[in-house]
């Protein structure tokens, strides 16, 4: 199939080419683009207590409006507010209410906003809008700081603006062009390092155009399926897809030109040369795209939205890309012979790869001793991913330097650091009558006696009187392991069991949905990671014919991600003396160090069995498939794990330990997994790594097709 696919590709190109740029063009027009969305039920189930309480909130309280930010006012010189300062913070509040910000309904204080050290004093920020990430909501509170400076002017004042809009829109603003700059070095890399590898501007650049051409066709399928298919999809995906497109699209593209080089340098006719590129790697590419889609598809079995719908959306980009491997790539190939390696001429000799083939002589030479110390390696890293803590606060990974953090620290100096973003518990009439008020001062009671908790508002009763409505108020910051253990633990056991008879109490805002996002997390692991396994190893073992293979490649793999793990944990817990690190981690290490560096190990056994079948002994093998694929395994990993490390320069903890530990686990995989380990394993087991089938049996090729009357020129050399 593969054969017959390279052929059309390679002898249609205009043909191809046209019903790519066709496709990109319509769905570009055509397709509807993808939009934001912040519900809350994108990222948890409706059964989970956060969602539900905040339903009941939308539905009792739906004019209801939020604190998105809190003003916190200091003196310059640290000492207590005096009368006039007070004065000062009202004035100086009322002067920002009367600005009327987009979605910001009022800013206030009173007296009783005053801590009881007399140090700090507040101003509520109220919004009218639920969500705190909003657009408008964000730019109002940058507009807010930026107004308060003559406001503060002749006053002994300092403000700083915190709570959850606030941090929104520094750990935005902290970020920079996060997505520019990763789009920038991956540009730079892959034009780079592909000007280094076949020293052609010509190669350098037309991947990046063909990249493009194939991101426009993905994002207009991608945002059809989400329109008319009902997949969900948002443009949070779009940096993933970035990162996706470009490292998957790279590999593939690699994949398939270092095999084409291969066979001209052995003095095929470029035609035939490309055609039998996309036949000899076609199944690998194939197959390298399946497990990395099969992995993605996986995520349709997390409990979190935001997984859900990324999981579908990256599979999709995977498979255009996939197809363009296939077709696009030879197509243009096709149509510059030769000249799209000038002025280059290196193509027409076989180079010494003296590293490649250094590496590829030791493993054939020493199999038991290179894969007993490239399993200790990977298995001593593994250690570390015990010591693994999930960390939810992150404003606390966000640089000191930020006004919400300097804010956040100057409110705890005078009141509880949950101030900032309340807990809610909602009592609800089961039976639709009023609540009793009568048994709700017990309720509070109950409530303000949980350890953690600094104080509990009065009830506040919706208009039917059916829900009644708590703030409280904890020790710890919202986005705090105590204050999330506290809301998902504590707090909600002591609101269930003192609700009044006939109700029932719900708790929710951010400590309580961190909370269930936690839970839901940890069921993810225990699900999806199994059930990607699961299909990786069935798409090996179609690709090989082999119920061994499939088994110590996946061991490896789980080394390699155990590895990942650890040594994130050990640079940045053990060595920097982080809190935690980013909740979702295991899940970013599994999408791209798991299932896009499957891609190598594949690589290095289809090319390892193609060897054998030529009836040479396995070592031979063995150091041939490592001398003729470490190049292009070597050169994709670097493209992909530069890009990623690029992640580092960032002054955000949390896309540090991202940017470190892909960019690690992507040279772990190709360095140590695919070169080193799963070539040297194959060959100690011999045969039997190919049970029960016969793959590894001497066998001939098919004979290649001459050039014949479905051509459209005839054919040339390109070794003139």
């Given amino acids: 199939m593969f054969r017959r696919v390279g052929r059309f590709a390679v002898h249609r190109p205009w043909l191809t080419i046209l019903a790519w740029v066709v496709a990109a063009v319509a769905l570009g027009v055509l397709a509807p683009g993808l939009k934001s969305t912040t519900d809350q039920a994108e990222f948890l189930p409706s059964h989970y207590e956060s969602v539900k309480a905040g339903k009941v909130q939308e539905k009792a309280f739906p004019q209801d409006e939020q604190a998105a930010a809190l003003g916190v006012f200091k003196r310059a010189d640290g000492a207590k507010l005096t009368a006039q300062d007070k004065k000062d913070v009202a004035k100086v509040a009322a002067g920002l209410d009367a600005k009327h910000y987009k979605k910001i309904s009022k800013v206030v204080t009173n007296e009783q906003a005053v801590s009881p050290n007399g140090e700090i004093a507040l101003a509520n920020i109220y919004s009218t809008e639920k969500n705190w990430s909003d657009k ?42 996060t997505d520019a700059m990763i789009m920038m070095a991956t540009l730079v890399l892959i034009i780079v390092l592909l000007l280094v590898i076949f020293r052609s501007p010509l190669i350098a650049i037309l991947p990046v155009v063909i990249i ?58 470029p035609k035939a040369a490309l055609a039998e590129a996309v036949a000899r790697v076609g199944e690998t590419i194939a197959s390298a795209a399946g497990a990395v889609i099969a992995s993605f598809l996986a995520l349709l079995l997390s409990t979190m939205g935001m997984m859900k719908a990324m999981g579908p959306s990256l599979a999709i980009a995977v498979g255009v890309t996939l197809v363009a491997a296939l077709t696009l790539v030879p197509a243009v190939f096709s149509l510059l012979g030769t000249k799209a390696f000038w002025p280059s001429k290196a193509w027409k000799k076989t180079p010494k790869n003296r590293m490649a083939n250094g590496v590829g002589s030791m493993v054939s030479r020493r ?49 509880s650091a949950g101030q900032a973003d309340p807990s809610t518990v909602f009592v609800k009439s089961k039976d639709g009558k009023p609540v009793d008020t009568g048994s709700l001062d017990a309720f509070r009671g109950k409530l303000k006696a949980v350890k953690g908790v600094a104080d509990v508002s009065q009830g506040v009763p919706s208009k039917d009187r059916t829900v009644v409505q708590f703030s409280v108020v904890t020790k710890a910051k919202p986005s705090a392991d105590e204050a999330i253990e506290l809301a998902g633990g504590d707090l909600r056991d002591a609101a269930h069991k003192a609700a009044p008879q006939g109700t029932e109490a719900l708790v929710g805002g951010t400590s309580a949905v961190l909370a269930d996002i936690e839970n839901a997390v940890a069921h993810d692991y225990k699900v999806v990671f199994p059930v990607a396994g699961l299909a990786i190893m069935l798409i090996l073992g179609l690709l090989l014919r082999s119920v061994v293979a499939p088994i110590y490649l996946m061991i490896s793999v789980a080394l390699g991600f155990g590895a990942t793990l650890g040594s994130t944990v050990w640079l940045f817990q053990d060595l920097k003396g982080e809190d935690g690190m980013l909740f979702m981690l295991p899940i970013i290490i599994y999408l791209f160090v798991v299932a896009i560096g499957t891609d190598y190990n594949i690589l290095m056994v289809a090319r390892l069995r193609e060897e054998v079948r030529k009836g040479v002994p396995p070592r031979q093998a063995v150091r041939t498939a490592v001398a003729q694929s470490a190049p292009t395994v070597a050169s994709a990993a670097i493209i992909l794990a530069g890009t990623f490390g690029v992640l580092l320069l960032a002054e955000n903890s949390m896309l540090q330990q991202m940017g470190f530990a892909v960019a690690f686990g992507i040279l772990l995989t190709a360095f140590v997994m695919a070169m080193l380990l799963v070539p040297t394993v194959t060959s100690l087991l011999g045969h039997k790594a190919w049970w029960p089938g016969h793959q590894d049996a001497p066998r001939q090729d098919p004979p290649k097709a001459e050039y014949d009357g479905m051509h459209d020129a005839p054919s040339y050399s390109g070794h003139r």
């Fill in 212 to 269: 493009f051409l194939v991101t426009a066709v993905a994002n207009g399928l991608i945002g059809t399926a989400a329109s008319v298919g009902g997949l969900k999809a948002d443009a949070s995906i779009t940096p993933i897809l970035i990162v996706v497109l470009f490292g998957v699209g790279t590999d593939y593209i690699l994949f398939l030109l270092f095999r084409y080089r291969e066979l001209l340098r052995q003095g095929e006719e």
């Fill in 136 to 177: 408008d909501v964000t730019k109002s509170v940058k507009s807010l700081r930026e107004d308060a400076k003559p406001l503060l002017k002749g006053t002994q004042l300092k403000l700083g603006v915190t709570g959850q809009a606030a941090s929104n829109l520094d750990a935005e603003e902290s970020s920079g062009n």
């Fill in 367 to 415: 199999p038991g001793l290179v894969a007993g110390l490239s399993a200790a390696v990977l298995a001593v890293l593994a250690v570390g991913a015990f010591g693994f803590k999930s960390q939810f606060d992150m404003e606390s990974q966000l640089p000191e330097k930020l006004e919400s953090v300097q804010a956040m620290k100057d409110l705890q100096k005078g009141f």
